[in-house]
């Protein structure tokens, strides 16, 4: 906002950052009596230029993130007490391979874990260093391993990192990449706090049909994010 701001001749008064419903959120505060003296394609650009940015920064986060991170192998981030994973001796660090011969992935995982019926799991992980083989058998009442994961960083950037920091990093991006993402749809999306809802107003001229499309679309989220019963 205040890059383009500026670049259209306004006068930034203040910017910064805030956390709010812990999410960090940036703001800019650009002097309202000459943002009303340029013309609407201007003033839909600089308001548009904040979900701009979060949607770049989303992408390119994303992009960091195909560099980093392998479609296959799970690292453990945690295990649920009492869990299938916890009764096997499964741990935080330790990194699954392969499932019954399978490379270890998202879906892989999914398919036999949540299979209803009970099954024998083969699993190659790696576990502190060593690679070695855990036989566990699922029960049919049993639809869940009990972990929290993440997909493996690729091999040379555990090389050059160590798994621990290349985890954290990689969590760090996509953590980025969702809260950008994130920030991206809210604040384009035609609601009265966004800058979705200031652009309606800006292109359309007119107060009720501003409030109208505001009122609209604050009430499908309300739907949307509603329980259902």
């Known amino acids: 906002h205040a890059y383009t701001a500026r670049s259209h001749g306004l006068k930034v008064k203040s910017l910064g950052f805030i956390i709010a419903f812990i999410l960090p959120l940036a703001f800019t ?8 003296k340029i013309p609407v394609k201007n003033r839909v650009t600089i308001l548009a230029s904040g ?12 992009y960091i993130a195909s560099l980093i991170m392998s479609p296959t192998g799970i690292v453990i981030l945690s295990v649920e007490e009492n869990s299938l994973a916890y009764k096997y001796g499964l741990k935080p660090g330790d990194v699954i391979l392969e499932i019954n011969g399978e490379q270890a ?15 024998n799991l083969t699993l190659k992980i790696l576990s502190n260093g060593v690679v070695k083989t855990l036989e566990i058998y699922k029960p049919e009442n049993i639809t869940k391993l009990g972990i929290s994961f ?20 990689q969590l760090i991006i996509l953590w980025l990449y969702v809260v950008n993402l994130g920030l991206s749809v809210v604040n384009s999306a035609p609601l009265f706090i966004s800058d979705g809802g200031r652009i ?10 501003g409030h109208t499309v505001n009122i609209l679309s604050l009430i499908i989220l309300i739907l949307a994010v509603a329980p259902l019963k």
């Open 200 to 209: 309606v107003y800006e292109v359309s001229k007119n107060k009720p049909i």
């Open 105 to 119: 992935d998202r879906l892989t995982l999914a398919k036999y874990v949540s299979n209803k019926t009970g099954l």
């Open 51 to 62: 979900p701009s940015a979060n949607l770049l920064l989303s992408l390119i986060a994303l």
């Open 29 to 36: 505060e650009i002097d309202d009596e000459e943002f009303k």
């Open 150 to 169: 993440t997909m493996k960083p690729y091999d040379h950037v555990v090389e050059a990192l160590g798994l621990d920091t290349a985890v954290a990093l």
